[in-house]
Nanobody, 123 residues
C-alpha cells in the first residue's frame, strides 16, 4: 500500500507561482514513477508531469513545458511540482499519483492517488 498526500495548492494571480508537494508513505518500493494530473470542472483528468524515482527521468505535457518543473527528494519520499507563469487555464484540482509502469501519460497506469489539492489562478 502507498499513501500520497498533496499540499501547497491555493490561490495565485496570472503570472504567479505555486509549489506543490506530494509526500509518499507505505510500501513505496513498489513505486516506479510519480505523476501529477489535474482535473478542471467538466473536463477529463489530464496528465501534467511525471518523474522516475531512479535516475530522475522526467516527462511533461506540452501545455506546461517551460513553465512547470517536477522534481523529487528520494530521502524524503517527496515529489514536487514547481508551477511558474501560471495561467487561468491552469485552474484545477491537482492529483499526485504512483505507478509501477512507464506509460506515464495514461492515468490507468497509476494505482495509487492522493486526495487532490485545489489550484486557482485568477486573471
Amino acid at each position: 500500500q502507498v499513501q500520497l498526500v498533496e499540499s501547497g495548492g491555493g490561490l495565485a494571480q496570472a503570472g504567479g507561482s505555486l509549489r506543490l508537494s506530494c509526500a509518499a508513505s507505505g510500501r513505496t518500493v513498489s513505486s516506479y514513477v510519480m505523476g501529477w494530473f489535474r482535473q478542471a470542472p467538466g473536463k477529463e483528468r489530464e496528465f501534467v508531469a511525471a518523474i522516475a524515482w531512479s535516475g530522475g527521468r522526467t516527462f511533461y505535457a506540452d501545455s506546461v513545458k517551460g513553465r512547470f518543473t517536477i522534481s523529487r527528494d528520494n530521502a524524503k519520499n517527496t515529489v514536487y511540482l514547481q508551477m511558474n507563469s501560471l495561467k487561468p487555464e491552469d485552474t484545477a484540482v491537482y492529483y499526485c499519483a504512483s505507478a509501477s509502469g512507464t506509460n506515464w501519460y495514461n492515468p490507468s497506469t497509476y494505482n495509487y492517488w492522493g486526495q487532490g489539492t485545489q489550484v486557482t489562478v485568477s486573471s
